[in-house]
């Protein structure tokens, strides 16, 4: 084989190997790039929720101000959330824990908010709406001006020691002190 044929062969190769490296490092540069970067996936099409985007990733998402609305959070995590003006809205909680979480002013209409512990929350001014709240634990939690009104199979929620306000929009049929509430004035 002629030596002059086999050089310009390897250099004709080393274009294309130089590319390839070039695109595998711009891939990594990439990759290291967007793993800090919130991941928001499409929802599943039988259900309509947006997929768990996994326990680890969970309280980095919920903290940095990601749109969590819609996405399937069943047994979530959040204990002691400092997360105001969060929404969930149309999200699937249930069985998750916010236990002291700060969620004043926190949207979550339409939630399915069953089995989900709120107690000790600050929930002054939040939008539960709509909400299915099967067996939700509020004890002592700030109900103070919160919305939850026409809720789901409110009927089992346990009240006991919660604050609310005259502003506290109740569902239809639920006495609050009954269920252990206590009224502050205003």
Same mark, same amino acid.
Do not use: K
């Given at each position: 084989?002629?030596?002059?044929?086999?050089?310009?062969?390897?250099?004709?190769?080393?274009?294309?190997?130089?590319?390839?490296?070039?695109?595998?490092?711009?891939?990594?540069?990439?990759?290291? #790039?967007?793993?800090?970067?919130?991941?928001?996936?499409?929802? $599943?099409?039988?259900?309509?929720?947006?997929?768990?985007?996994?326990? #680890?990733?969970?309280?980095?998402?919920?903290? =940095?101000?990601? $749109?969590? %609305?819609? /996405?399937?959070?069943?047994?979530?995590?959040?204990? %002691?959330?400092? #997360?105001?003006?969060?929404?969930?809205?149309?999200?699937?909680?249930?069985?998750?824990? /916010?236990?002291?979480?700060?969620?004043?002013?926190?949207? /979550?209409?339409?939630?399915?908010?069953?089995?989900?512990?709120?107690?000790? =929350?600050?929930?002054?001014?939040?939008?539960?709406?709509?909400?299915?709240?099967?067996?939700?634990?509020?004890?002592?939690?700030?109900?103070?001006?919160?919305?939850?009104?026409? =809720? %789901?199979?409110?009927?089992?929620?346990? *009240?006991?020691?919660?604050?609310?306000?005259?502003?506290?929009?109740?569902?239809?049929? *639920?006495?609050?002190?009954?269920?252990?509430?206590?009224?502050?004035?205003?």
């Amino acid at each position: 084989m002629n030596p002059l044929i086999g050089i310009r062969a390897l250099a004709g190769l080393a274009l294309p190997v130089a590319l390839a490296i070039s695109a595998r490092e711009q891939r990594r540069a990439r990759r290291a #790039r967007d793993a800090d970067r919130p991941r928001i996936e499409r929802p $599943d099409p039988a259900t309509g929720l947006q997929p768990s985007p996994g326990r #680890r990733r969970l309280r980095s998402l919920a903290t =940095c101000g990601a $749109d969590l %609305r819609g /996405f399937d959070l069943r047994g979530a995590q959040l204990d %002691r959330l400092n #997360r105001p003006a969060l929404d969930l809205s149309g999200a699937d909680l249930t069985g998750a824990h /916010f236990r002291r979480s700060l969620l004043e002013g926190a949207r /979550f209409r339409q939630a399915a908010l069953d089995y989900v512990d709120f107690s000790g =929350c600050d929930l002054r001014g939040a939008d539960l709406s709509g909400s299915s709240l099967l067996e939700t634990d509020f004890s002592g939690a700030d109900l103070r001006g919160a919305n939850l009104a026409a =809720c %789901r199979r409110a009927s089992m929620v346990h *009240l006991r020691g919660a604050l609310f306000d005259h502003a506290t929009a109740w569902p239809h049929g *639920l006495d609050p002190r009954a269920a252990g509430a206590v009224l502050v004035p205003n």
